[in-house]
């Protein structure tokens, strides 16, 4: 079965990450093309990359690194849940990509962002990084406005339409996973 995890890319306290991730995970549950799973950065502490050698090398020195490295290599896709810092994704987030590279080649990534302006210029900014990874990501995402998808700015309350593109960003990620799978034996 193919594993999709589903990145928390904020650890930040008050984060409204896990309350999105939650919700894209209770979405995917009804799907059965694919197993779900929160992967959550709180939960993976790593200090700012300290590794000796890039991660294209594939050779790891420290144990947080080869952990990180066996959690990301199990699974066949993700969604990346992000916020919008400063025009660009957190940098957690992008200190977690930065730590591998292998792991992440030939699998598909679908992002779900949150912000005032539902992330878009944080989700961009992923899809270059991405590229770099050999990360195919998909059209389809989804963008969740303080405006218009949280009651009074914290409460989660996305629209059909909000469900309709994760529905189709879910899609999208399961089945280029699976197509991709060739490449990754």
């Known amino acids: 079965m193919t594993r999709i995890a589903i990145i928390v890319g904020s650890v930040r306290p008050g984060r409204y990450s896990r309350l ?3 919700w894209v995970l209770e979405t995917a549950a009804r799907r059965n093309d694919a197993e779900f799973e929160i992967v959550d950065l709180a939960d ?3 200090p700012h990359l300290d590794e000796p050698v890039p991660a294209s090398a594939g050779q790891y020195a420290n144990e947080h ?5 066996r959690v990301i290599a199990g699974y066949d896709g993700y969604v990346f849940v992000t916020p919008e810092y400063n025009h660009s994704t957190t940098g957690v987030l992008k200190n977690a990509i930065d730590y591998l590279y292998a792991e992440w080649n030939n699998k598909a990534a679908g992002f779900v962002g949150y912000g005032v302006v539902g992330a878009a210029r944080a989700v961009e900014h992923l899809r270059l990084i991405a590229a770099e ?5 998909v059209r389809s995402q989804v963008a969740l406005s303080f405006y218009t998808d949280f009651e009074n700015f914290t409460r989660l309350t996305p629209g059909q339409a ?4 994760l529905d189709a960003t879910l899609g999208q990620v399961v089945a280029w ?3 991709l799978a060739k490449l990754r034996v």
């Open 44 to 46: 993976h502490p790593l």
């Open 65 to 69: 690194t080869k952990a990180w490295s």
């Open 162 to 165: 909000q469900l309709d593109a």
């Open 133 to 137: 990874l050999q990360l195919a990501t």
């Open 177 to 179: 996973s699976d197509a």
């Open 20 to 22: 999105v991730a939650d």
